[in-house]
């Protein structure tokens, strides 16, 4: 098994577009664009940025979108506004979000509290192309070999589709990136620690055989938990059958039964069978303890541990961002990930600094690694069953 914390030096790149830091999804959105401008703060005043390449600011082309959305798809993100949306009551472009589940979907929407996922939001063509430009601008650094590890926070949008937003994401910067990294590497590896299941990525790389996706997420079988998908019998198809891998899970997921029983042997195999050229990791950190969507019970250092197995691959590696909805939560676990990028985690101290945004941090006591319950509830027979299902997945790959 790879090991960890080698004291090798990586070159490690860094994207950060303080254009996304004032997007709002709405006064009562669940997701937060800030979060990643928290993020930017504290790698700052951890004195971290000094360690890393920043990259050029590129928003992405309606052309880089294009790859992967559909025409209508794009021009639809590109026309809406609140404005016509919202206010002028253009019932054209209504009747083109709605098919793209864009701002209010359908009367079941309308009664949910009026609370929508993909609300139309200011500025949402320019958000789009900032964090999907994130990506690609991060993808191009490894393609090129300038980079060992390229970082993009605001990026890891998992569930937008080719003609359709969904949870929270219109834009898949992941699909884009991945294309992008099979100019330059053969095999590509995809890894989604989000809480969610990463259905978008899958979806389509389902048939493709040069891209193994693997998702790691909470499913809750018959009681609902979005999206709904990533059973473990889902395998792919194709020339790409078995280089789907579904690793579902019930709430309560701690550090040890993730890490130890399920993450490491894991992708031990994973990384031994398909031998990926580059890896992409979603990193949402909406599988912390204390998230207010997620339901797991990762520490920091815990969730960062599946960085710190990834990097000791010594593969060129994407660290993308995703979900995370307690926003001092997701701070300073990114914060920490960044850390264990240029690998001075051992490093930086766990009293929160003076920056700015301190105040968001008094619940965890002003300090990076702040205390999850120790033991969860989830039996010992349960996680050995999600393992075996998962070996016995990966036994059929190069068979
Ligand atoms: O469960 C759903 C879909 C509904 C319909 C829409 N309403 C708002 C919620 C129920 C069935 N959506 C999920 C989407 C989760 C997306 C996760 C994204 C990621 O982390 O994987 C990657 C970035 C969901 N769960 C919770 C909410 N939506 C939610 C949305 C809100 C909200 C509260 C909760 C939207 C607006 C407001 N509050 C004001
Ligand atoms: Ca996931
Ligand atoms: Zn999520």
Redesign the pocket.
Known sequence: SPSCGDGRKRNVCYYYDSGIANVD??A????VPRRVAMTHALVASYGLLPHMTRLRTTPATEHDLRAFHDDGYVRLLRDISPDGYYRRHDNNIRARARACRVGVPDED?EA?GG???NPVIDGLWDYCLRYAGGSLAAARALAAGRSDIAINWSG????ACSGKAS???YVNDIVLAIQHLLDTFARVLYVDI???HGDGVEEHFKGDERVMTVSFHRYDGDQYF?PGTGKAGDVGEGKGKYRTLNVPMKAGMDDASYLHSLFVPIMDTVMSRFQPDAVVLQC?A?SLYGDR?GGFNLSVSGHAACVSYLRSCNVPLLLLG??GYTVNHVASCWCYETAVAVGKEEEIPDDIPHHGYEHYYRDQGYKLHYPVPKKSSIKKEDIDKIKQDALANLRMLNE
């Open positions: 999804y709405g009562e959105h669940v997701m929407e949910d609370h929508y996922d890891g949008m998992h569930h949870g929270f994401c989000d809480v969610h979005f949402g909406d969507l995703g979900g």
